[in-house]
C-alpha cells in the first residue's frame, strides 16, 4: 500500500496561485506514474497532470500554460503549481500514485477559487 497526504489548498482570488502537495508514505522513484485529479461538485474526477518516473509530464488542456507538476524524490513528495486561477478551477484535488496495474488515491484537498 501507498499512502498519500496532500496540503496546499485553500481559498484564493481569481488569477492568484497555489502550490499544492503530496506526500508519499514510499520513495516516489520507484512509482511509475503520479498525478493530480481534481473534482468539481456534481462533476466526475479528471485528471489535471501527471508525471511519470521518469519524468515526462502531461496536462489537461485546460491547465496547460497555467500549471506545472514536479516532483522532489528527497523529500518523496510531488506537488503542483497552479498559477493564474480561476473559478473553474474550484473542486477538490487528489493525488493518484500507480506502480504497475495499482492505484492508490490520497484523501484530497479543498481548493477554491473566488471571483
Known amino acids: 500500500q501507498v499512502q498519500l497526504v496532500e496540503s496546499g489548498g485553500g481559498l484564493v482570488q481569481a488569477g492568484g496561485s497555489l502550490r499544492l502537495s503530496c506526500a508519499a508514505s514510499?520513495?516516489?522513484?520507484?512509482?511509475?506514474?503520479m498525478g493530480w485529479y481534481r473534482q468539481a461538485p456534481g462533476k466526475e474526477r479528471e485528471r489535471v497532470a501527471s508525471?511519470?518516473?521518469?519524468?515526462?509530464?502531461n496536462y489537461a488542456d485546460s491547465v496547460k500554460g497555467r500549471f506545472t507538476i514536479s516532483r522532489d524524490n528527497a523529500k518523496n513528495t510531488v506537488y503542483l503549481q497552479m498559477n493564474s486561477l480561476n473559478p473553474e478551477d474550484t473542486g477538490v484535488y487528489f493525488c493518484r500514485a500507480a506502480r504497475g496495474f495499482n492505484g492508490y488515491w490520497g484523501q484530497g484537498t479543498q481548493v477554491t477559487v473566488s471571483s
Open positions: 514510499g520513495s516516489i522513484s520507484s512509482i511509475d506514474n
Open positions: 508525471i511519470t518516473r521518469g519524468g515526462i509530464t
